[in-house]
């Protein structure tokens, strides 16, 4: 899943998160706060009685993730200067170039759309190299598997082997 950021009263909280509503209630999570958003939701919103029970206490031990969401939405709206902002491809592929990292579809459109892309198997790699690592340009590579986007730093030549690596761990 895509990493986000997530702030709330001037306090960022990185979550992972399926999308940005996913990842403010991760955070509110993270912060002990989803059961009071869940309560307060439950209070003052009749019609949402039966969404609330499903998404928290006393509801069963695994929550429904939808009725969490209906909620946190709910709840955000009416919370303006939450920020949720995902984070930059980029610094993800840096902070470890060895591994692959999970982005949403909307930021493989903008990787896609940065400059010309460099056809892969795949995917696609960003035609401006990062650094030249040796004798190779290392791109910032991003394929697709089952549906589900990922971003790397590479060389052309070693994307293919990352690749498989990755496809035969997943």
């Keep these: 899943m895509p990493t986000y950021t997530v702030t709330i009263n001037n306090v960022s909280i990185p979550v992972i998160g399926t999308d940005p509503?996913?990842?403010?209630?991760?955070?509110?999570?993270?912060?002990?706060?989803?059961?009071?958003?869940?309560?307060?939701?439950?209070?003052t919103v009749p019609e949402m009685a039966?969404?609330?029970?499903?998404?928290?206490p006393p509801a069963p031990a695994s929550p429904e993730a939808a009725a969490v969401c209906r909620v946190v939405?709910?709840?955000?709206?009416?919370h303006g200067e939450i920020v949720v902002t995902e984070a930059n491809p980029w610094t993800l592929a840096a902070a470890d170039p060895t591994?692959?990292?999970?982005?949403?579809c909307g930021k493989a459109d903008e990787l896609l759309n940065v400059l010309?892309?460099?056809?892969?198997?795949?995917g696609f790699a960003v035609s401006e190299a990062i650094r030249h690592d040796g004798a190779a340009a290392v791109y910032l590579c991003v394929v697709q598997v089952r549906g589900r986007w990922w971003v790397r730093e590479s060389t052309l030549r070693g994307v293919a082997d990352a690749l498989r690596e990755m496809r035969g761990a997943a």
């Design 21 to 43: 509503v996913d990842a403010v209630a991760g955070a509110l999570q993270s912060v002990d706060s989803l059961r009071d958003v869940i309560a307060l939701a439950a209070d």
């Design 50 to 56: 039966e969404v609330c029970r499903r998404a928290g």
């Design 73 to 78: 939405a709910w709840w955000w709206a009416k």
């Design 99 to 104: 591994r692959w990292h999970e982005i949403s």
């Design 116 to 122: 010309p892309p460099i056809d892969i198997a795949g």
